[in-house]
């Protein structure tokens, strides 16, 4: 192994040993709220853009998730998909998207929403946690809070996605997301942003499952509404079976 892979191993399990230990009390506090909203039968559902839609969309219909877990899905926002790709940041600064993209969905008061940015700082991320609390939504923002103080906030009211959530939790990602350098090299590379804030999600889920099927044990609720792998036996139509239970509060199988 070379000593930059070694490197970067290790940084990236420096950072989860981090968040584990610095965050587990925010961790649990989200757990609690998805494992209420999954309880009281409302909506969930995350949002990212660019690079921080690839944690929103790791906790979306795949095995082991939650059934009522949905995409918010921008066009040309969700990761690298548009041409040419530096529209995905150019629409993260446009004023009003957020709020229209909101409106078209069937969010309602009591839903939760988990908005994904690095830094916080952009207008969608800011506008959609904003927007989403004036209509009564509780909001999660997952992002760094080395960025606010460092780096300028792109939004008119000078605000970051911290600012207008219930609970944020924080990734510890250093501002640049570059954890390698090498003297040859003009910056830093290596980032572990994708895979700390996806460990993060997941642990929220993890926390979730774990409050749900604790009160199913004990004779209150149903177990957690969860996928099954499709490369399993009877994987595809339990399923199926899932999301009919459950068709109410998605809407990725419009």
């Not at 584990?20 to 989200?30: F, N, S, V």
């Not at 548009?82 to 957020?98: D, N, W």
């Not at 606010?148 to 924080?170: F, M, N, Q, R, W």
Request: charged fraction near 20%; glycine fraction near 10%.
């Amino acid at each position: 192994m070379s000593d930059l892979v070694g490197r970067y191993f290790d940084a990236a399990i420096a950072h989860l040993r981090r968040v584990r230990a610095e965050e587990a009390d925010t961790i649990e506090a989200a757990g609690a709220l998805l494992a209420e909203a999954v309880t009281e039968g409302r909506r969930i559902f995350t949002f990212g853009s660019g690079h921080s839609a690839l944690p929103a969309q790791d906790v979306v219909y795949r095995a082991g998730g939650l059934v009522p877990v949905n995409l918010l899905n921008v066009p040309g926002m969700a990761g690298v998909t548009v041409m040419p790709a530096p529209l995905s940041s150019a629409l993260e600064r446009v004023s009003g998207l957020a709020t229209t993209t909101l409106d078209l969905t069937p969010a309602t008061a009591g839903d939760l929403l988990f908005v994904i940015s690095l830094s916080g700082r952009q207008v969608m991320p800011v506008e959609l946690a904003r927007y989403a609390r004036d209509r009564g939504l509780k909001v999660v923002g997952v992002t760094s809070l080395a960025y606010p103080g460092e780096v300028p906030s792109a939004h008119p009211s000078g605000t970051y996605l911290k600012d207008h959530c219930d609970i944020v939790l924080d990734s510890k990602i250093a501002v640049g997301d570059g954890e390698l350098s090498h003297p040859a090299a003009e910056t830093a590379f290596g980032p572990v942003s994708t895979v700390v804030t996806s460990a993060l999600m997941q642990a929220v889920v993890a926390s979730a499952v774990g409050r749900l099927a604790d009160a199913a044990a004990a004779g209150d609720g149903a177990a957690p509404p969860l996928f099954r792998s499709g490369n399993v036996p009877g994987g595809t139509e339990w399923n199926a079976k899932q999301m009919a239970d459950n068709a109410d509060r998605i809407f990725y199988t419009y």
